[in-house]
């Protein structure tokens, strides 16, 4: 079968993990490069041989043969972007998270269908080794209900950090530690504790000058009655401290962390927990772009083959409508339900 030719749009911090992912994917070939910084769309262009735009427009105007699209740019402009690429008939990849709102989500989500094409959405933590197998667990009932546990994402993101992109720590671009940073953490819970009833949270922005809060606690209940709690920062001095996913079912219990590579507890009735964590936790470490590969493999088999993606676009609606939910719940003061 023909090589899959897809088109990058934003070729700053993520475009380049692409970047890097698709030199080691053959199977895959990278027509055209699109940035607002024509500069820097031509020099990502170069490596592949690629053609060079300053806008999506330009692109789809000169029509390239293009089959997928992948968005690479702040989440604040995804869903102009990704309604434009759907229009002109093409699949998507977009990076995490897929909107800033649920409604954005959803009118994105039902356009793809419309148009019958794959809209899928990096939260490629879900396909990292301890958190499948952990899942793989889960789905065979080693587990249980899921009844107690949460995140914990600390990071270290000095101010450095936003003053290097005018997009970050905005209301509209970047969201806050939840859509941006905690993400990843919060959608690989959900795919334990099921859909989520109830959110209670307070924020603040605490150590940094951006528009967003910084620091998020929180609390959630599932609907089968399970409590969860969320904690989430970018204030952490020096060094990101752990992302950490806890897992307290009713027959066993898993800690991921203190990075979501890593496992720190494994009590599954049955396994032996040493094993275990000596074979996730010797795993040889993964490069940067690895992620990015496995989501790009993943995208390939969903339109080459038509299987189902493990990053949908719809299955990512429900950490988005959550994190909505929790930043409601922090302006009112109010519990949330969904």
Known sequence: MANLRLALVGCGKMGQKHLQALVHAPSLELVAT????????????????????????????????????????????????????????????????????????????????????????????????????????HRQGQLGTVIEGGIYVRWARPQSYYDAAPWRGTRQMDGG????????????????????????AFSGTLTHQIEVEDTVAGVLRAEHGGLFTIAATTSVADNNLEERIVLVGQHGNIVIGPTANQVEVWRIPGEDEERVKETLNRAPQRPGWQSHLEALEDFERAIKWGLPSKLAGDSTIPAIAVVEALLHSAETGQPVRL
């Open 34 to 137: 699109v940035d607002a910084n024509e500069s820097q769309a031509q020099a990502a262009a170069v490596a592949f041989d690629a053609a060079w735009y300053g806008n999506l427009d330009a692109l789809l105007r000169d029509r390239p043969p293009v089959d997928g699209i992948i968005i690479a740019t702040p989440t604040g402009t995804h869903r102009a972007l990704v309604e434009e690429a759907l229009h002109a008939g093409a699949h998507v990849l977009v990076e995490k998270p897929l909107a800033l709102s649920r409604a954005d989500a959803e009118a994105m989500v039902r356009l793809a269908k419309a148009k019958e094409r794959v809209l899928a959405v990096t939260q490629f933590n879900r396909l990292l080794p301890v958190v499948s197998r952990a899942l793989d667990v």
């Open 177 to 200: 530690v939840l859509f941006n940073q905690a993400i990843h953490a919060l959608d690989v819970l959900l795919q334990f504790t099921g859909p989520i009833r109830d959110v209670f």
